[in-house]
């Protein structure tokens, strides 16, 4: 092997680490925000099946904004809009990874209810194969909304976050660089969750269960939107936005902070 395809396999794997790590240290603090809602003890109760899905996730996130970001470099686009295109592009790349994945588990979450033996997951992605097939009415369906809220989300949360930090005057102090960079990462984090939140609805209403079983009443992104807002005014396109920041402010911000020190680590050690 060449030392320039060395040096690209080792980047890459710097990144793709980072990234895991970034994804695996957010779900280890965050998670027993969800847990709380329901019960006040055993925080760690369920944690394991987040990790391994969030854990890829999250390497695939960063790595494909990484590619994206190096790619725009050889582009007329000015970087600090390169880094908004890079976001953006790598959301779009998220979201194909895992639709499938949120398919499965809201088709899951909605069985939770009956009084049937529930499938796992394998099964219940094999079930959906075999019934409505790949595409957007089977395994892909609500690819559009899942596109718009990971592409929305990521192409401000990665143009805002380094824009910002480029735009304000490091520190010398680590731990006040920590708290700059842990900042401007949860406000990132919650202006991200309140401009996509109506994709993160429109997603719900095309994956989960319909109103009415046997009658599709929510077929794609826009008009889903355009109902909701019809039916039930503004508001509810922003339902749930509160949990949804206290969840992917914090988390948010983690997990950029995850991800440059341990890039950073990696890139001095190894």
């Known amino acids: 092997m060449t030392p320039k395809k060395q040096s690209l396999l080792k980047e890459a794997s710097h990144q793709i680490i980072a990234g895991g790590s970034a994804g695996l240290v957010e779900i280890c603090l965050m998670h027993p925000l969800d847990v709380v809602k329901t019960r006040v003890y055993g925080f760690y109760k369920g944690i394991l099946p987040p990790i391994l899905a969030e854990t890829p996730k999250r390497a695939v996130k960063f790595f494909t904004f990484e590619q994206y970001k190096k790619l725009l470099s050889f582009t007329p686009i000015s970087p600090g809009m390169a880094l908004s295109v890079a976001g953006l592009g790598s959301g779009l790349t998220e979201a194909l990874v895992v639709n499938p994945f949120e398919v ?99 997603k ?55 991800y440059e020190y341990v890039s950073g680590w990696l890139q001095k050690n190894w």
């Open 104 to 202: 499965v588990k809201v088709r899951l979450q909605a069985n939770r209810d009956s009084f049937k033996v529930q499938p796992s997951t394998f099964a219940q992605a094999r079930t959906i194969i075999n019934t409505d097939g790949f595409g957007l009415r089977g395994l892909n369906k609500g690819l559009t909304s899942t596109l718009g809220r990971h592409g929305v989300f990521n192409m401000i949360y990665f143009g805002f976050y380094f824009n910002v930090k480029d735009a304000i005057p490091a520190s010398q102090d680590p731990r006040l660089e920590f708290m700059r960079k842990f900042a401007i990462g949860l406000v990132s984090g919650t202006v991200s969750s309140c401009v996509n939140i109506p994709f993160d609805v429109a």
């Open 204 to 258: 719900s209403r095309i994956q989960g269960p319909q109103p009415v079983p046997g009658e599709i009443k929510y077929r794609s992104c826009f008009q889903t939107m355009a109902l909701v807002y019809r039916e039930e005014g503004y508001l509810a396109l922003y339902k749930g936005l509160i949990p949804k920041i206290m969840r992917l402010g914090p988390g948010g911000a983690v997990m950029l902070l995850v």
